[in-house]
């Protein structure tokens, strides 16, 4: 069984500053591993994803995520907010085969961008 | 190209009643799924169709949720009747094949009252 825990549930950063946001997960296999983002009013949007390649993994709009399999963790991280980086991001795991794509989702975690 | 489309965006029904939720995946996309975040709680997966066959139904809640692909594109999922803890958004998604990535739709944001 999978599952994932995002340690916040809000994060408030002023614009400029460094972004995190904390995943863990458990696995009982190698998972591929993603972060989402969900904009008020909108779809789900992937972010990035990792696959059992590199264990740096860079995403869209300057987002970026680094797999550790010693602490189990995924971290989101962003180097300077920009006020469009407020929304929710969710953590997501899947064991992946030939039944397809079974996403199990994080609590998410609502990010608050001050000016 | 357009995405993945769910109707209606908002419904507001009242306990007991029937509502029935559409989504129209990315044109080709022979996967489609169907998850529900029910408030406060975390994204759930409910079900996955490969074309018009259900793959995976391990995640729906009771009999009184029923989702159908007839001829493998648009999916609906029917709520009848309807409880008041049915209430939350209910995503839909859809992708090329069974490994890659999904592509999710706005929601249906379902209030039963």
């Known amino acids: 069984a999978q599952s994932v825990t995002q340690l916040d549930s809000h994060v408030s950063v002023s614009e400029g500053t460094p972004v995190l946001l904390r995943c863990n997960y458990s696995s009982s296999y190698s998972p591929s591993l993603f972060w989402y983002v969900q904009h008020p009013n909108k779809g789900l949007q992937l972010l990035l994803k990792y696959t059992s390649a590199a264990t740096l993994v860079k995403g869209i709009n300057g987002f970026e995520a680094e797999f550790k399999k010693s602490e189990t963790s995924f971290h989101l991280t962003k180097p300077s907010a920009h006020m469009s980086d407020a929304a929710e991001y969710f953590c997501v795991v899947i064991v992946t085969g030939a039944a397809g794509n079974k996403l199990t989702f994080g609590g998410g975690t609502r990010v608050l961008v001050k000016p | 190209e357009a995405g993945v489309t769910q109707f209606p965006s908002h419904s507001v029904i009242e306990k007991g009643q029937t509502v029935t939720l559409r989504c129209d995946p990315i044109?080709?996309?022979?996967?489609l799924y169907w998850y529900r975040r029910v408030m406060g709680k975390e994204i759930k997966f409910l079900l996955h169709f490969v074309k018009e066959s259900k793959q995976d139904e391990s995640g729906m809640p009771n009999n009184r949720f029923l989702a159908e692909r007839t001829g493998g594109t648009y999916s609906t999922l029917k709520v009848q009747p309807a409880e008041l803890e049915d209430s939350g958004v209910y995503f839909c998604?859809?992708?090329?094949?069974?490994?890659?990535?999904?592509?999710f739709g706005q929601g249906t944001r379902l209030t039963v009252v």
């Open positions: 998604a859809s992708s090329s094949g069974p490994n890659t990535e999904a592509f």
């Open positions: 044109s080709g996309h022979d996967n």
